[in-house]
């Protein structure tokens, strides 16, 4: 098969940030809207683009052949590796420019005039930026990055900026000390010591949100619009830092602590939905659950526990992706959503029930979903690593199960909805409607796929810590070592 | 050339296959917004449910005729990487085959009878799709080969359930009792879920097959030790409480009869009823290696007979009396079951204890022809008693509190009289002791939070503010 050496990935990090540039000299927002489409569609198209590239054309060994348009154009050796798609990255850098398309997609007009467009475009470029990185300064520099658009429309809407301002800086602040550690001490050392392990953990737990650094995330619910919110979080761009700047340079015991902490979040997180009032902040803690979750399938690092963890990224990435996206369709036509009493909305919008519930429940782990067998795997795995303790997961996936149906029962049935105008799903959201619905059934319908690249994506990451690890690679659950499963 | 093993194959997929079918061709134009007409899903449903039960007497013929018990049909793996592996198996044995059949006739019933009650329903479209969700979960989790695979069914006949029992959503009660139905489900699935675990930890998969031994229903085997059998054994008595309302979770069988009356007739008369009983029956080789276990199943069986018998007796609809009355009997089979791995474990006699399970088996096949027949009859008994009673120009004789009257002394009567009534206080215990106190807590934390972050922000949150009046014009929604 010839190669076609195109730059799908510089392309689609460059769109955006063309669109971007664009969009921002624009005064009508319906115009905005549709240039920002055709600009994040087209990074969509291209990301897609670079992921078939790697799965089937490419691979990893043909990396180093990789035309970089900054080689082309910079003739610069330390810029040819940048950005690089790997076994990790792959699936991710298309979900992200999906989540973005479908969020400016689905925005409706009585949201236009508060999203930015421009600036949505700028988080989309920076974040694919941030997902084809392997240099851990420039993830560093577009973490930091990354954190000013939420900053920038909180202060459009005049919202108040403390907690976001002094939690992020936290974050910065401690991305670079823990780095400028590791630089100090090499970074070609495999064991560093707890000046550069610490700050770096603590970084990852504020951005993840792990409890007690967790209430910038509701805040940034609470005051920004959600679509921007709803970007800034569902990517999970702190297990990516963990992945690129943790994993590689702490033993084994530490993630293994840290993972406790996060599995404490996944419960306390769930059990927090359930009695929440407000439909932004229950969806927060909702995401909370399932981002500590995958934290904690990255932290106990066997192979099915990080095997799952990548999986359940995925699906929940895509599936709180949509739910999310169903809650703002839901509020763009009746305003922010109580469930403190029945609102009964399904006679309306019953195509929004049904994604409402379908991305729901996929997110936790229902069968016939996305996410079914990452949960399996992510709870073998975990129950292997912390084999009393790690039953909790079990406990916070009922309890997320519950939440799920608790506000669908909320939002669209328990009375009947008045309303004086037809509030039925639009052609574009039915689009995204459907097009969710389409990924996460088949995706759990023929989840091998799947499976298997997250698989390799865990070997790599454990290859690349095999020097520090005392976690045997390819280690089995159950009786079998080191060889296939035999079939039953 | 058709070999037999192909044929079997072939059959079993269909068995499968038809109700899966069904849940795609009734599903994806309801998520494209184009639902069928009333008389093609009828006509989807009969097809679908007459070419699985069809599907399933072929392969009970094949079984009789060549005298095979065990018949496994594999689908293959659904995932395989090195280390883990999630295959798909299902097996047709003196367990799984009766089951079936009894899952297709009572399903093909109430799907006649639904065409017929649900007609020009607002929801017609919506029932038959969770009836169909319903169905494929009752199917799966009855021809389950693995663990894994009996929980993917477990699940479906859960939400389904739920949702049905919501099904007349515009009022508040039948969604609060469709959440408490939702609830215990979901109890009941993180205990199967917990079981899945250790079992596939103990014995590297979670195959049947090498869980309970080679040898075929009812006979079996289980090779772990009785430390084992017992944690093993009682989360999944806790997944099957759950599942068959037996005691402390009865209370949600009385509130799942707000859904219409099709669905309470087939999912807590017939068969979502049973499962749990069922799930038992699957691992009674479990259940033989301790006496402890085979004890707390006979015990929870008999406390739930005991307590629907009491309960059912004061009930004033007909939906409720009955479903007690089924509970009464699923009490009775759990403590069959129960009896039957004590007999094992003590006399030895393990032939005997076969044929006891072969009765259990009966005892639940018809225990749900009977009770789908009185749910179903329900609706019509009222509107005869109704006519006899216009008839005659009185009320009908009341029965006499006979035996048990006269036992207890008339000061105790209204007390015993309150206490079933409130079904013997267990959702209140429940709420009381376990939910209300654990919301309690997470709500303080929810305060604290809120406090802390206006603490940090230096004003209120949004949502606690005046709400600010936008004047948006109602053009910009169309």
């Not at chain 1, 761009?237 to 340079?249: E, F, K, N, Q």
Request: with cysteine; hydrophobic share 50%; charged share 15%.
């Amino acid at each position: 098969m010839s190669e076609l050496h195109f730059p799908w990935l510089e392309i689609s990090i460059l769109f955006p940030l063309l669109g971007a540039a664009w969009v921002s000299r624009l005064r009508d927002p319906d115009l905005a809207r549709k240039w920002s489409l055709a600009f994040s569609g087209a990074a969509f198209l291209f990301a897609v683009g670079a992921w078939l590239d790697f799965e089937f054309i490419h691979g990893l060994e043909h990396q180093s052949e990789h035309r970089s348009l900054f080689t082309y154009w910079l003739e610069h050796e330390v810029l040819h590796d940048i950005f690089v798609i790997d076994s990790l990255g792959a699936p991710l850098f298309p979900l992200v420019a999906l989540l973005y398309f479908l969020t400016t997609l689905t925005t409706l007009r009585t949201k236009v005039k508060r999203f930015s467009f421009a600036l949505t475009l700028f988080s989309e470029a920076v974040l694919l930026a941030t997902f084809s990185c392997q240099e851990q300064l420039a993830i560093i520099g577009l973490l930091a990055v990354g954190t000013l658009p939420p900053f920038l429309e909180l202060r459009a809407r005049g919202q108040s900026t403390r907690v976001y301002v002094l939690y992020m800086t936290l974050f910065i602040g401690l991305l670079i000390l823990g780095w400028s550690f590791v630089e100090w001490e090499g970074r070609d050392k495999t064991i560093h010591t707890w000046w550069a392990i610490v700050p770096l953990l603590g970084a990852v737990l504020v951005r993840c949100g792990i409890a007690p650094f967790h209430v910038w995330m509701t805040d940034l619910f609470e005051r920004a619009t959600f679509g921007t919110a709803l970007l800034f979080v569902t990517p999970i761009v702190g297990a990516y830092a963990a992945v690129r700047l943790v994993l590689p340079i702490a033993p084994d015991w530490v993630l293994q602590g840290m993972g406790l902490i996060s599995l404490f979040t996944a419960v306390y997180a769930a059990g927090m939905c359930l009695v929440q009032r407000d439909s932004r902040r229950f969806f927060c803690y909702f995401f909370l659950s399932h981002s500590a979750l995958v934290l904690v399938g990255l932290e106990a690092v066997t192979t099915i526990s990080l095997t799952g963890a990548l999986c359940v990224w995925l699906s929940v990435g895509l599936s709180l992706g949509g739910f999310g996206l169903t809650l703002r369709a839901l509020e763009s036509r009746c305003g922010r959503l109580s469930l403190v009493e029945y609102q009964g909305h399904y006679p309306h919008t019953p195509n929004l029930a049904m994604c409402y519930c379908l991305t729901g429940l996929a997110s936790v782990g229902f069968p016939g979903t996305l996410g079914f067998v990452g949960a399996e795997l992510l709870v073998d795995g975990i129950v292997t690593a912390y084999p009393l303790v790690g039953i909790a997961v079990v406990v916070a996936a009922a309890l997320n199960g519950i939440a799920v149906v608790q506000t669908y029962f909320r939002l669209f049935t328990g009375t009947t909805y008045v309303s004086s105008v037809s509030l039925q799903i639009r052609m574009r959201e039915r689009f995204g409607v459907l097009a969710l619905a389409a990924l996460i059934l088949i995706g759990g319908l023929a989840p091998q796929f799947n499976v298997a690249s997250r698989h390799q994506a865990a070997l790599d990451i454990q290859s690349h810590r095999a020097s520090i690890s005392t976690t045997p690679t390819n280690h089995p659950s159950g009786a079998h070592d080191g060889e296939p499963l035999e079939h039953p | 050339m058709f070999t037999q093993e192909t044929i079997i194959q072939a059959l079993g997929l269909t068995v499968v296959g038809a109700p899966l079918t069904l849940v795609v061709v009734l599903g994806v134009p309801t998520l494209l917004g184009r639902p069928l007409h009333e008389r093609v899903i009828g006509r989807l449903v009969q097809s679908a449910i007459g070419i699985g039960l069809l599907a399933a007497l072929v392969v009970l013929g094949l079984m009789l005729s060549t005298g095979a018990r065990y018949l496994p049909v594999r689908v293959g793996n659904w995932v395989l990487i090195h280390d883990y592996h999630f295959s798909i198996k299902f097996v047709f044995d003196r367990l799984s085959v009766p089951f079936v059949i009894l899952s297709f006739l009572l399903c093909g019933t109430i799907g006649a009878f639904g065409n017929k009650y649900m007609h020009r329903e607002r929801g017609f479209n919506r029932f038959f799709m969770f009836y169909a969700v319903f169905v494929l979960g009752m199917i799966i989790t009855s021809l389950a080969g693995t663990i894994e695979t009996l929980f993917t069914g477990w699940e479906l006949v859960g939400l389904s359930s739920a949702l049905l029992v919501a099904f007349y959503q515009e009022r508040p009660s039948p969604v609060r009792n469709g959440l408490h139905v939702w609830c215990v489900y979901r109890i009941s699935d993180a205990a199967l879920l917990i079981a899945s675990v250790v079992l596939h930890h103990l014995k590297g998969g979670g195959d049947f097959y090498a869980l309970v031994g080679t040898e075929q229903w009812p006979a079996g085997h289980a090779e772990v030790s009785s430390y084992y059998a017992l944690v093993v054994g009682l989360l999944l008595l806790l997944a099957a409480a759950g599942k068959s309302a037996l005691v402390p979770f009865s209370g949600w069988l009385p509130r799942a009869m707000e859904g219409p009356t099709p669905s309470s007739a087939v999912f807590y008369g017939a068969l979502s009823v049973h499962l749990g009983a069922f799930l038992l029956l699957r691992i009674s080789p479990i259940l033989d290696l301790s006496p402890w276990l085979g004890a707390a199943v006979m015990s929870v069986g008999l406390l739930s007979a005991l307590f629907s018998a009491y309960t059912g007796r004061v009930q004033t609809d007909i939906k409720s009396a009955l479903s007690f009355a089924s509970l009464s009997q699923v009490g009775i089979i759990v403590a069959e079951i129960g009896f039957t791995s004590l007999f094992i474990y003590f006399t030895k006699y393990d032939s005997i204890g076969y044929v006891f399970r072969y009765i259990t088996l009966i005892h639940i096949l018809g225990h749900g022809c009977l009770r789908t027949l009185q749910f179903v009859r329900a609706p019509t008994l009222l509107h005869d008693y109704r006519i006899m009673e216009n008839a005659i120009g009185e009320r009908l004789p009341r029965v006499s509190s006979g035996f048990w009257g006269r036992l207890v002394a008339d000061n105790i009567q209204p007390w015993l009289y309150r206490l079933a009534l409130e079904r013997g206080y267990l959702d209140a215990w429940l709420y009381g002791y376990l939910v209300h106190p654990l919301l309690r807590v997470f709500r303080t934390c929810d305060t604290l939070e809120r406090k802390w972050t206006d603490l940090l922000s230096g004003e209120i949150a949004a949502e606690r503010k005046p709400p600010e009046i936008v004047p948006e014009p109602l053009e910009q929604l169309l």
